[in-house]
């Protein structure tokens, strides 16, 4: 086998982290990004369980069935589209997800509630948030500025969805940052 699927690898740090261990154990990569594994020479079942054994203390985990393999593919769309300028998107996440990963959304979507124990918009929604506590954090664009960035319709609906996720109002999550800054700064 010349590729891997690799789980939980969701940005560019791990693809650095893997890159790195791989190379380090020997391995001649022609390409490696979120979940993915592209080896220059077919790698042996050895080769793979050293591997594996390399990645778990790291977090990540070698997917063998085909199911898993397809919902980490999911993950690392969302991810990608969460990363990008989100507000470019012209259309909906279901006809994105259909047409990255060339299958029905209906069919994604089954199996993704089915092994995640969570819906593909409720995985969005959380990497969306996330994305707005990075964006918060770095002070860069006001609330406005990050609504308009990441799609959300207003202020508002970004405030309340970013409540219902976190228990905290964008305003105060910022403020606890700042506060913890200011601590920190202190020593």
């Given at each position: ?38 080896f220059h020479e077919p790698i042996t ?47 909906t996440l279901s006809e994105y997800l ?45 609330l406005s500025e990050i609504a308009y ?39």
């Amino acid at each position: 086998m010349k590729t891997l699927r690799i789980k939980n690898m969701v940005c560019p740090r791990c693809i650095m982290v893997v890159e790195k261990t791989l190379e380090d154990m020997g391995f001649e990569i022609n390409d490696v990004e979120l979940g993915l594994v592209e080896f220059h020479e077919p790698i042996t079942l050895e080769d793979k369980a050293a591997i594996e054994k390399k990645m778990i203390p790291l977090g990540f985990e070698i997917l063998e069935d085909k199911k898993s393999m397809l919902v980490e593919r999911i993950k690392n769309a969302i991810i990608e589209l969460v990363s990008k300028d989100v507000n470019d998107l012209k259309i909906t996440l279901s006809e994105y997800l259909s047409s990255k990963l060339q299958m029905e959304y209906k069919a994604l979507s089954k199996l993704f509630s089915t092994q995640e124990s969570q819906t593909i918009e409720q995985y969005y929604i959380l990497q969306k948030i996330e994305k707005v506590k990075e964006l918060l954090v770095y002070d860069e664009l006001n609330l406005s500025e990050i609504a308009y960035k990441m799609n959300y319709s207003s202020v508002a609906h970004l405030s309340n969805q970013f409540k219902k996720v976190t228990g905290l109002s964008p305003s105060h999550f910022k403020e606890i940052k700042a506060n913890k800054d200011e601590i920190i700064n202190q020593f």
